[in-house]
């Protein structure tokens, strides 16, 4: 493998953060310089198929781009979205991801993903991108992660979805009509309004 072609694959890894094989096809390079170079300890694989530079420092989020890389079409939800916007001092031992009715399920062992089912206006409303590591990674904003964890309260309980809310009000994220927009996309108007009025 010669010096250039190195150089080439170690200024794409540090630019995309993250890099796949597949990554190379569209710069003519061929796929074995990743196997190369992380037998050479200059790669380190943190997942099937997925490279990062070996002297890249990780942040607390790369989980987060891991899976954001294997499932670009997925939105950070729920309990990770929570922790991603410091709204809760929980770490979910899964990244919670929001995909559409009819979407593929991701079939990712080595990463841990849980996911949940979305549709219309209440999969695409309230949806940020943020740069992790490289990779773009789309979360809820606060306001429509509240509003998510009301509608998902059997599966993350009703205690989280109540301290969300009052974070996400205590820390100024967002506004009360923000929260009320949102209840009406998610369509937990009836269940947040006494919670709502309650901050009034």
């Known amino acids: ?74 939105v950070v939800c729920l309990l990770s979205a929570l922790q991603f916007h410091g709204l809760t001092t929980q770490m979910p031992h899964q990244v919670w991801l929001a995909l559409k009715k009819d979407a593929r399920e991701p079939k990712e062992p080595s990463l841990p993903i849980r996911t949940v089912r979305v549709s219309g206006e209440a999969f695409s409303a309230g949806v940020e991108e943020h740069d992790v590591e490289g990779v773009r990674v789309k979360v809820y904003n606060p306001a429509k992660t509240v509003a998510d964890c009301f509608k998902f309260r059997n599966k993350i309980g009703l205690d989280v979805a109540l301290e969300a809310l009052r974070d996400c009000r205590g820390q100024h994220l967002c506004t009360s009509d923000d929260l009320w927009n949102y209840a009406k996309v998610c369509r937990q108007t009836k269940v947040m309004q006494p919670y709502l009025e309650a901050l009034a």
């Open 1 to 74: 493998m010669s010096a250039s072609a190195t150089d080439k694959v170690m200024k794409l890894v540090r630019r995309a953060g993250v890099l796949r094989p597949r990554d190379l096809d569209v710069h003519d390079l061929p796929r074995e310089h990743l196997i190369r170079l992380y037998r050479a300890g200059k790669l380190h694989r943190i997942g099937r198929g997925l490279y990062v530079a070996a002297d890249a420092d990780p942040t607390e989020h790369r989980t987060l781009a891991e899976v954001c890389k294997r499932v670009p079409s997925g």
